[in-house]
């Protein structure tokens, strides 16, 4: 399962309003700091949940948005340095590593193909240089499940309107990064590659009323009393959600917290 | 029980190093409308 947490920039999505630099408001230049939380969440397995503010801070830059080589000093800062930044790399191959489900990635990208198109979270009034992380591939081939920093979740994007927009993104001097590097490549910054599938396996034995959940951290999803089921576990937000291996069970998939009702052992 | 799913084995996953060229330019992105 990959371990996700979507980090909006606007006050208007529910981030706390961020002032630095002599009460300066930074929340809508920070789009690459907050596709950095998501970054690091992801490069820590749960384990860093930084504040978008934060990291905006570390970057001590008061002048306009972010770059992603100053999210590769953020992440040094928090001894993760083993994610990749390349600028360029095809964006087809980006895609691929996202595919594999084993990586996150932050992807520059110019706004100006996404503006009124059903993705835009800024109902068509900015064009410019954005910054979004790459989570997972998609429900279908063609999409990947796009963090916006600007939207209020994570959501599919078409790889063809991604593509679109990483290669417009603007390289200043009126030049895109099309015309600077061919078409296909993009800014991409990938974190390290995820830990391996764990085989890990747990018997669970629920001897009391335990409330199950549809994900990690997710919605209530009904309860159980009285059951035995085989289990894996996983780190989410820094806490151990266990998720119900249960096929052709009612509970197959749900999730629970470890608690007194619930007895695990090694399976 | 845990088992190594390479098997001692580099993962074959794993990202390659960035190649050169790369490009100089590290441009910011953009400030975005609050609404």
């Known amino acids: 399962m990959v371990v996700e947490l ?39 397995q749960g ?22 080589g100053q999210m590769q000093a953020v992440s040094t800062t928090y001894g993760i340095t083993t994610g990749k930044l390349y600028q360029p790399i095809d964006v087809t191959q980006v895609f691929a590593w996202i595919d594999t489900g084993r990586y ?22 900015f064009r410019g240089n954005h910054d979004v992380f790459l ?13 916006d920093p600007g939207a209020s979740g994570f959501r599919d994007w078409p790889k063809t309107l991604l593509a679109q927009a990483a290669g417009l993104l603007d390289m200043g001097g009126g030049a895109t990064l099309n015309d600077e590097a061919g078409r296909g490549k993009c800014y991409a910054y990938l974190t390290p590659i995820d830990p391996a599938t764990p085989t890990t396996r747990y018997r669970v034995t629920f001897i009391c009323r335990t409330t199950l959940y549809a994900s990690a951290g997710g919605a209530p999803a009904g309860t159980v009393t009285s059951a035995s089921y085989g289990a894996r576990r996983t780190l989410h937000d820094g806490l151990w959600w266990y998720q ?24 | ?30 400030e975005v409308p609050e609404d």
């Open chain 1, 135 to 147: 989570s997972n591939r998609g429900t279908t081939s063609g999409a990947i499940r796009v963090g």
């Open chain 1, 244 to 267: 119900i291996i249960a096929p052709g069970s009612a509970n197959n998939g749900k999730w629970f917290k470890p608690n007194r009702c619930a007895k695990i052992t090694a399976a």
């Open chain 1, 47 to 68: 384990r860093l949940n930084v504040p978008t503010c934060h990291i905006r801070d570390l970057t001590g830059d008061c002048v306009g948005g972010t770059n992603l």
């Open chain 1, 6 to 44: 979507f980090a909006p920039q606007l006050v208007r999505n529910g981030a706390p309003a961020c002032t630095l630099c002599g009460g300066k408001a930074m929340n809508g230049l920070n789009c690459t700091c907050a596709s950095e939380r998501m970054w690091l969440y992801r490069a820590s």
């Open chain 1, 104 to 125: 996150g990635a932050h992807l520059n990208i110019s706004y100006q193909p996404v503006a009124g198109s059903p993705y835009d979270a800024f109902a068509g009034q």
């Open chain 2, 1 to 30: 029980m845990t088992d190594d799913p390479n098997n001692g084995q580099p993962d074959p996953d794993a990202l390659p190093d960035p190649t050169d060229p790369q490009l100089p330019a590290e441009p910011k992105n953009d």
